[in-house]
């Protein structure tokens, strides 16, 4: 018995009658390996063109799973600034606004609004009359805008929602609800956001040259990204909650291609055809020499079925399962991206500390206390051998590192005065305190540091200790931006890294 994958070929001896004298040996060979080749050609031939369906059709319907869970994540995305739009329609302070007309106090609305919200472009305040209470350049509802909020008074707007881009300014969708007091309308909310929202989406989702397009059902495009070619055939899939449209463009599963894929499953074939010729070949062998004890016993061999072909399809569950792990991290980086949309914070997500941005926004508050006299001193932290443990043991534990070094800083400190600033640096600032105190302060947290380093070095049994070389600089001028003084630190920190790490030094001069 001859086995191969999936299929089972029977053998057994074939007995040469005695009659048989007018047939040469060669010719007896090309006639049973012809009986044999043939059919064996044909059931390889059904097998591959199975094949090809199977892995045409698998392609298709992955592909359609990815657009599906595109199309639902920009409908996720339109849905949740809708609904943004609708808690602030729910606002005391807006329905007042309407209600009593208040032009001045709405533009400052608008303008102090729309700068909390991500992408927003334009927010207005319009009345029952159709009226922008307030100047709609201020609160950036333009001429498409408008034309497009009265269609959709008439019941007539086509595109929902719809989007305008207009000359040599941002493309938007806009968004429009009602405003109700006590369940009467009494005017309307509208906003308008970037569309540079789904055209991120598309460039975080996009894999290789893929082509995708995002365009409403009367061909104005929403965003794209790649370059459509001829060889791609096109899949167009509805984006639920509006009439706007995914198109995108799947690389056709060629012949050809599919052949140079599987060459390995072609030689596989090579050799089974060789161990059938093997087989005919000692079926007249013996015949012609029945004393051969060898290939007598090779015979037995394959009649006990103990002649196989190693099987192949373990190769396809491999490609199924990294094309299943493909899609489940795509959809892991959305939710991740989903997440990221929903959450403004002023934090860094892993210490808790304040951020770049929190700490830069903060240093206006500290140039008033120079102002007035005070003197402060910055710290930039640098963690010595950081990356030696980051790259030696893994994310995590370079994690565990930060963290215990944030909370160092946080009892050193304070967290209102420290900040990451990105990988493994930390900044800190210290309003009238003497180059001795800070001195004092450091050498707090080389203390704090020598516990956890003998931990550490104990769990890892490693001779290498995290310190911290530090660059400071004292600012007595309220005029110096913070990125001047970030620079000098800087400078005074490599200078530490110079001298031997694990150090601080200060900068020659205040600024």
Not at 342 to 367: A, C, I, M, P, V
């Amino acid at each position: 018995m001859l086995s191969f994958g999936n299929i089972v070929v029977l053998s057994r001896p074939i007995k040469i009658k005695e009659n048989m004298k007018n047939i040469s040996i060669r010719g007896l060979a090309l006639q049973y390996i012809t009986s044999m080749l043939v059919p064996v050609v044909l059931v390889t031939l059904v097998c591959f063109f199975l094949l090809y369906e199977e892995l045409y059709e698998r392609q298709q319907q992955e592909h359609q799973n990815k657009a599906m869970l595109i199309a639902d994540n920009i409908s996720q995305l339109v849905v949740f600034y809708n609904e943004i739009a609708k808690d602030l329609a729910k606002q005391a302070q807006l329905i007042d606004l309407i209600k009593h007309n208040k032009v001045e106090a709405a533009q400052q609305w608008s303008v102090k609004t729309r700068s909390l919200l991500p992408y927003s472009n334009g927010l207005a305040l319009l009345s029952l009359d159709q009226k922008v209470i307030g100047n709609s350049k201020v609160q950036k509802i333009g001429k498409l805008c408008f034309r497009d909020l009265l269609l959709k008074f008439a019941g007539k707007l086509e595109v929902i929602p719809p989007i305008h881009h207009p000359d040599g300014k941002l493309s938007h969708f806009d968004i429009v609800v009602p405003v109700y007091e006590d369940e009467q309308v009494i005017g309307v909310l509208f906003a308008s956001f970037s569309l540079e929202l789904i055209q991120r989406v598309l460039e975080r989702v996009q894999l290789g040259n893929e082509s995708l397009l995002i365009e409403t059902e009367q061909s104005v495009k929403v965003a794209e990204v790649g370059s459509p070619t001829l060889d791609f055939s096109l899949l167009k899939t509805a984006i639920p909650e509006t009439n706007w449209l995914l198109r995108s463009e799947v690389p056709k599963f060629e012949l050809e291609a599919f052949i140079i894929k599987y060459i390995p499953a072609a030689l596989l074939l090579l050799l089974i055809l060789a161990g059938l010729t093997s087989l005919f070949v000692m079926h007249l062998g013996k015949v012609i020499v029945a004393d051969i004890l060898g290939i007598k016993q090779a015979l037995l061999a394959v009649h006990k079925g103990e002649f196989t072909s190693s099987n192949q399809e373990s190769t396809r569950l491999k490609e199924t399962n990294e094309i299943v792990g493909q899609v489940r991290e795509l959809a892991h980086d959305i939710y991740i991206y989903q997440q990221q949309l929903l959450t403004l914070s002023s934090q860094d997500d892993l210490t808790h500390l304040n951020n770049r941005r929190t700490f830069f926004n903060d240093y206006k508050n500290y140039q008033a206390l120079i102002k007035r006299g005070s003197t402060c001193a910055l710290l930039l932290f640098d963690l010595d051998n950081f990356k030696y443990f980051n790259d030696n043991f893994g994310h995590n534990f370079g994690d565990e590192i930060l963290l215990e070094f944030a909370r160092i800083l946080q009892n050193t400190f304070g967290n209102s005065h420290c900040a990451r600033l990105g990988g493994d640096e930390f900044v800190a600032i210290q309003v009238d305190c003497s180059r001795q105190e800070i001195e004092a302060m450091y050498q707090d947290i080389v203390v704090a540091l020598a516990p956890k380093n003998k931990a550490w070095q104990a769990a890892l049994e490693v001779d290498v200790q995290i310190a911290s070389s530090v660059g400071g600089v004292f600012i007595t001028h309220d005029n110096i931006a913070i990125e001047k003084a970030i620079e000098q630190a800087d400078k005074a920190l490599y200078t530490a890294k110079d001298l031997g790490r694990g150090r601080l030094k200060f900068a020659p001069e205040s600024l």
